[in-house]
C-alpha cells in the first residue's frame, strides 16, 4: 500500500497479520522493508493477535522522495500518516540503527501514539551520543558509492563483528547485493538526504515517557554499544540488553533476539499488563 504526504514524497508499507496488536518497524540508513529479512511476516506468523506494519523510508524501496531535505521529524510524521491509514490509534514502535531514532522522535512527538518501544542498535540525541570513528564513516561512504554486484569488506566490517571476515561474512550477507540495487536509495543524493537526516537527532530521551527495551550488539562497530548504555541510562524505566559477539546487524546475526525482545515489549505495555 502506498500514501502520498504533503511534501510530494510517498509512503510504501505493508501490513502482515490481522490481529487487535498493532506494532510499526522502521529501518536504517539506506534500508528498506525488505533489510528486516522477513522478521514482519515471522512476527505476525507467531501470533495470530499480532498486526505488524513494515514501512519503507521516504528514498528507499518503494517510497518515492521529493527533492527537498528532510528532517527526522518528517521520518517520524511518515509513521503517523500509515497508521492514520490504517486506522491504528497506538502502536508497538520498532526502530533499528536510524529507523530507532526515527522512533525516538516518533514517541516524543506523539506520545499517544505510542503502547511501547522497541529500539535496536541505535544512539540517543547526538549531544549525549557516542559518534562514529573516521574509520566507520569512510565505510559508510565506500558501501554507498561501490558497486552493488558484490559485499565489501566496508560492509561485512560496519554490518558484523571483527570475528566475521572474508567468504565467512559474505556468505552472511549474500543477500544484500541485490537488496542494495533494489530497496537502497536510487541516487547518491538520495542517500546523503537520509544521512543528514541524524543531524537533526535532538530528541531528548527524557521525553520518551512509554515503556522502553534498548537492544544492541556489544561488538558493534557502527553504533557503538556505549550508546544502548546512554539510552538506558537517560529513558526513565528502560530495560536493556547487550548481546555477545554480535555486531551491528541484529536481523541478520540474531533475529531471534529481536523475536525475544518482542515478546518481552508486549508484557511490558501498561495496557496489556
Known amino acids: 500500500m502506498e ?5 510530494g514524497c510517498t509512503v510504501y508499507y505493508e501490513v502482515h497479520g490481522q490481529g487487535p496488536q498493532t506494532a510499526i518497524m522502521v529501518q536504517g540508513l539506506g534500508a528498506s522493508m525488505r533489510f528486516w529479512h522477513g ?12 498486526k505488524i506494519i513494515a514501512l519503507d523510508n521516504r528514498g528507499s524501496g518503494r517510497s518515492r522522495p521529493n527533492r527537498r531535505l528532510w528532517t527526522i521529524s518528517d521520518f517520524a510524521d511518515d509513521m503517523v500518516a500509515v497508521l492514520d491509514a490504517e486506522g491504528i490509534p497506538a502502536a508497538f514502535v520498532v526502530g533499528n540503527s ?17 503502547r511501547a518501544l522497541l529500539l535496536i542498535s541505535t544512539m540517543p540525541a547526538l549531544y549525549l551520543a557516542r559518534l562514529p570513528s573516521l574509520r566507520t564513516i569512510r565505510n559508510v561512504w565506500n558501501v554507498a558509492t561501490c558497486r552493488h554486484d558484490q559485499v565489501p569488506d566496508a560492509l561485512i566490517e ?20 541485490d537488496l542494495m540495487t533494489h530497496e537502497s536509495p536510487r541516487t547518491f543524493w538520495t542517500f546523503l538526504r537520509q544521512a543528514l537526516v541524524v543531524a537533526t537527532h535532538l530528541t531528548p530521551p527524557k521525553a520518551i515517557r512509554c515503556p522502553t527495551l534498548i537492544i544492541a550488539g556489544a ?11 546512554a539510552l538506558a541510562k537517560h529513558i526513565p524505566g528502560a530495560r536493556i540488553r547487550l548481546l555477545a559477539n554480535i555486531g551491528h546487524s541484529l536481523p541478520v546475526m ?13 508484557q511490558m505495555d501498561p495496557i496489556k499488563a
Do not use: C, W, Y
Open 3 to 7: 500514501i502520498r504526504r504533503p511534501d
Open 98 to 114: 536510524l529507523g530507532g531514532m526515527v522512533a525516538q522522535r516518533f514517541v516524543a512527538r506523539h506520545p499517544q501514539r505510542a
Open 254 to 266: 540474531a533475529p531471534e533476539r529481536i523475536v525475544e525482545a518482542f515478546a518481552e515489549l508486549e
Open 219 to 229: 561488538n558493534d562497530q557502527m553504533v557503538s554499544p556505549r550508546n544502548a548504555k
Open 158 to 177: 560496519l554490518l558484523l563483528t571483527k570475528e566475521v571476515v572474508g567468504e565467512r561474512g559474505r556468505q552472511m550477507l549474500r543477500a544484500f547485493p
Open 39 to 50: 522478521l514482519p511476516q515471522a512476527l505476525a506468523e507467531a501470533d495470530p493477535q499480532r
